[in-house]
């Protein structure tokens, strides 16, 4: 059951491009959704987050932009650099007690120079 | 000066074996979580705890058991080991359970043969 989804395991771009990674989920309760990024041999660490409330949030180089109604958000990196090459974990959770985070399996970008 | 520590980082041991994994947070945080990374890249929910108190437990086997001495620490037991156990366990904290970002650690992975 899985209610945080990136359906493409892969995503290769050029040095200087952008980058689009895209997340679906199928919980309506899930009101706040962020992303991470995981470099081998490493923890997953907090790259970005948007609440339900927003359609969009921009952080340098890193935008989510979020679409309630198709219950999709997408990650938008520009211009993507070598270094961005990692794996990207989509999460969400909802408001309440109790809550917990659930992850997407996980998106390997590469990023060519 | 590291926020979410977890030992050893990696764990070779036979099945039917008993183990522990260490996690330490410096942060400050309320919550502390296990999370399971299988050979599919999942990061699934094992345990949740705020301040020593269990809030979540995601239907894992009692061979599982997960202590807190205080809301620091956060450890992991497995009785009876299986190969299926072999994972990535990482641990992680947030401030409160709900809408905030975690901090993991770097991850234990647990072989088992």
């Known amino acids: 059951d899985q209610q945080v989804k990136q359906n493409s395991p892969s995503l290769s771009v050029q040095e200087g491009r952008i980058s689009i990674l895209n997340c679906d989920y199928t919980?309506?309760?899930?009101?706040?959704f962020l992303w991470y990024k995981k470099y081998p041999a490493e923890g997953p660490t907090f790259l970005i987050s948007i609440s339900s409330i927003k359609d969009k949030n921009e952080d340098g180089r890193f935008t989510v932009f979020l679409n309630k109604s198709a219950k999709h958000l997408s990650l938008h990196i520009v211009p993507s650099q070598p270094g961005d090459s990692a794996v990207y974990f989509c999460a969400a959770s909802y408001t309440g007690a109790n809550s917990k985070l659930t992850f997407g399996k996980g998106i390997t970008l590469s990023v060519r120079p | 000066d590291t926020a979410v520590s977890q030992t050893p980082k990696y764990l070779v041991t036979q099945m039917g074996n008993d183990k522990s994994i260490k996690c330490e947070q410096n942060?400050?945080?309320?919550?502390m979580y296990w999370y399971k990374q299988d050979s599919k890249k999942f990061l699934k929910i094992m345990f949740s705890?705020?301040?020593?108190?269990?809030?979540i437990n995601e239907t894992v086997p009692n061979r599982f058991s997960p202590k807190s001495p205080d809301k620091a620490h956060l450890n992991l037991h497995i009785n009876s080991l299986e190969l299926g156990d072999s994972a990535v366990y990482f641990c992680?904290?947030?401030?409160?359970?709900?809408?905030?970002?975690?901090?993991f650690g770097s991850g234990t992975r647990l072989t088992v043969v």
């Open positions: 992680a904290s947030s401030q409160a359970s709900g809408n905030y970002g975690y901090t």
């Open positions: 942060l400050g945080h309320d919550t």
């Open positions: 705890y705020n301040n020593k108190e269990l809030i």
């Open positions: 919980n309506s309760m899930f009101d706040y």
